[in-house]
């Protein structure tokens, strides 16, 4: 029983270790796709998201953005590489990544993701949040909760596009 406490006490310890620095650079990394370039994605949307930026790479997803700084590559590489049992730390450092790219995001801005998620070409509603996929489908997504929204908020974006349609939000 002790083991099994202190071998909890060590991963807490290294999650707080590896946690807190991952945060603080995902709060100063310079994140600044082009206008009309930001791209975005969920689920089954990450193929056709990749093909775009592959086709033209002016276009950008998180991953790409960070690329283009020192600090950005950095951060990116340590993200990839922590361990299976820290996620539920580090996924609160891409969350603030995902947050802030989204609000970097300016014009038209570009999203893919599971038809299902839409009904009649609106966001589905069966949950109690605006921002709700087709019943039985997951919500806990990024996109979802974090990058959605804060595009949805922003003045500086004109038009989401959600695989390639406007996506009316109002």
């Known amino acids: 029983m002790n083991e099994r406490l202190d071998t909890r006490a060590i991963r807490e310890e290294q999650a707080r270790k590896t946690w807190s620095p991952l945060r603080e650079a995902a709060m100063r990394v310079e994140l600044a796709p082009f206008r009309d370039r930001a791209v975005f994605y969920t689920g089954a949307g990450a193929a056709r998201a990749r093909a775009l930026v592959e086709a033209d790479p002016t276009f950008m997803r998180l991953d790409d953005a960070l690329a283009q700084t ?101």
């Open 70 to 170: 020192g600090l950005g590559r950095l951060l990116l590489d340590e993200l990839l590489r922590v361990p299976a049992f820290l996620w539920p730390h580090t996924e609160q450092v891409w969350w603030e990544l995902s947050y802030r790219f989204a609000l970097s995001a300016s014009g038209d801005v570009h999203c893919f993701g599971d038809e299902r998620d839409l009904v009649a070409g609106e966001l589905a509603d069966p949950f109690r949040s605006r921002f709700a996929t087709a019943p039985g489908r997951y919500v806990d997504e990024v996109f979802w909760k974090v990058e959605l929204p804060a595009l949805d908020g922003s003045d500086r974006v004109e038009i989401i596009h959600f695989n390639g349609r406007p996506l009316d939000l109002d």
